[in-house]
């Protein structure tokens, strides 16, 4: 019997407020441990919560950009369960009321549907010392620089069928927060994590089988591996007479595996009632629209147009609208006058392999759009041959210099001038006879060996339409038969 897989994903992305959601404590990276928090994020007797305005507004801003209904009315509410790192013994989280639902993205023209999206703050962290004892650690000590820090949790449906689609989702959804700035989706930062629900059932039928939550998991490689290994241990245990026991797994990455964590929890088991001391939450319709107006154009909308009105193949659209700042740049270059082919060549071609190589971002450069778009037109001017061109490039990526006197500064102009070029041909057949006697008998592969001395001598600077017809007009005709 053949099975499909169901798989539904959970993301926590952390909101990019400079403070956070109940208390003025800042949310920056990397402090020390506990040198960020105060009485209510350490959830002391007798504080209160005050709401975090711009978290409320990155999560519609959120929500609008994943096409989901913005409520007009939300609450907060307390989701109780005990943790170390969790001191109030409950979580501030929404239940019945989020302020985001039914929303969707799109990946490959298939649209998966999100379920909801609501605001929670985080727990704090564990932190495990020592190398012995459970897990490897003598002890644990208790980080709560994260407790408080605003989380919006996505849950998407289970409309998901495969590990590649899971990861596609994954990387769209977090390239969406990142095209509106409300996060910056980092995972090692721990700013963007997931946990995945994954079923089996028969294939052609509806009745949803028995799910497993999957944590731990700190990629997007990683979240398709564990995926897909947790479809094939549970195709393994019902096809051996077992059945699936919902659980919680964790993912370790290092074998490949998950383990039993824990039965996994229904909602009645965190007895959720409403944040007392949190009144209800009225959204404006003017307020929502004017976030509205705010949004940039999105990741699709850019790849349709990228595709309709510019040309470019879906897989050139994909790759420049993978981050804001690359689609950005792009469009700065093509307004500016550049054939769009063109520059989505340079963009994903050489200018990527140039970041990857030095492992930096665009940013980090010194390339300017009018840079990019100057080197194009020396290029189909003919001043500037295809070898040379990558060598200014390398330069202006470094210094941002303008691109006709650092062609001028390089010596990198192309040698068009016929009668010179001419006379670079004749020196390379008088030296080469044996090659000249190679072709005319009829090897006319060897041509490309004259073309080579020719960009040898000119030290690339040849025009190869020109070489070319001069070596059209000065080779003797090959030998025929």
């Known amino acids: 019997m053949k099975y499909e897989a169901v798989i539904g994903l959970e993301v926590h992305t952390q909101l990019k407020t400079r403070t956070k959601i109940f208390c003025a404590c800042p949310t920056d990276f990397g402090a020390g441990e506990n040198d960020q928090v105060c009485q209510v994020c350490l959830g002391m007797p007798g504080v209160l919560p005050v709401l975090n305005k711009r978290a409320v507004e990155y999560a519609i801003k959120a929500g609008l950009a994943l096409n989901c209904e913005i409520a007009e009315t939300t609450k907060f509410d307390r989701k109780n369960y005990f943790y170390p790192d969790l001191p109030k013994g409950y979580q501030i989280s929404q239940y019945d009321m989020p302020i985001c639902k039914a929303g969707h993205i799109v990946i490959n023209g298939k649209k998966l549907r999100i379920h909801r999206a609501h605001l929670e703050e985080d727990a704090g962290k564990l932190v495990h010392t020592g190398a012995a004892g459970l897990h490897g650690s003598d002890y644990s000590k208790v980080d709560f620089n994260r407790s408080g820090v605003p989380l919006l949790e996505i849950v998407g449906e289970p409309d998901i069928r495969s590990p590649e689609e899971a990861r596609d989702y994954l990387s769209e959804l977090r390239n969406i927060l990142r095209y509106i700035e409300v996060s910056d989706g980092d995972l090692e930062k721990g700013s963007f994590r997931c946990d995945a629900n994954v079923s089996i059932r028969p294939s052609g039928t509806e009745t949803l089988g028995t799910k497993v939550e999957i944590k731990n998991m700190n990629s997007f490689k990683a979240v398709q591996r564990a995926i897909q290994y947790e479809i094939e241990r549970q195709t393994a245990v019902v096809e051996g007479g077992g059945r699936v026991v919902q659980e919680t797994r964790l993912w370790n990455d290092a074998d490949g595996t998950t383990h039993s964590m824990r039965s996994k929890e229904e909602a009645h088991d965190y007895r959720y009632f409403p944040e007392p001391d949190l009144v209800p939450l009225e959204i404006k319709r003017e307020w929502i629209d004017e976030i509205r107006r705010d949004l940039p154009e999105l990741p699709e909308q850019k790849r349709q147009r990228y595709t309709a009105e510019l040309g470019l193949s879906p897989d050139d659209a994909q790759v420049l609208t993978e981050f804001r700042e690359l689609s950005g740049f792009f469009d700065t270059v093509v307004q500016s006058g550049a054939p769009p082919k063109a520059a989505a060549n340079w963009l994903i071609g050489p200018i990527t392999a140039y970041l990857n190589d030095n492992k930096i971002e665009l940013a980090e450069t010194k390339l300017t759009p009018a840079n990019l778009r100057d080197l194009i037109a020396a290029v189909d001017s003919g001043r500037l041959g295809s070898t040379n061109a990558k060598k200014l490039l390398a330069e202006l990526l ?63 600077k040849a025009n190869p339409e020109i070489t070319n017809k001069l070596l059209d007009q000065l080779l003797p005709a090959p030998e025929q038969g």
């Open 398 to 460: 470094a210094t941002a210099g303008d691109v006709e006197a650092t062609i001028d500064k390089l010596g990198l102009a192309q040698l068009s001038d016929e009668s010179e070029l001419k006379r670079v041909v004749d020196e390379v057949l008088k030296r080469s006879p044996q090659q000249v006697e190679q072709y005319r008998s009829g090897k006319t592969k060897v041509r490309q060996f004259f073309f080579g001395e020719v960009m040898k001598d000119t030290k690339g």
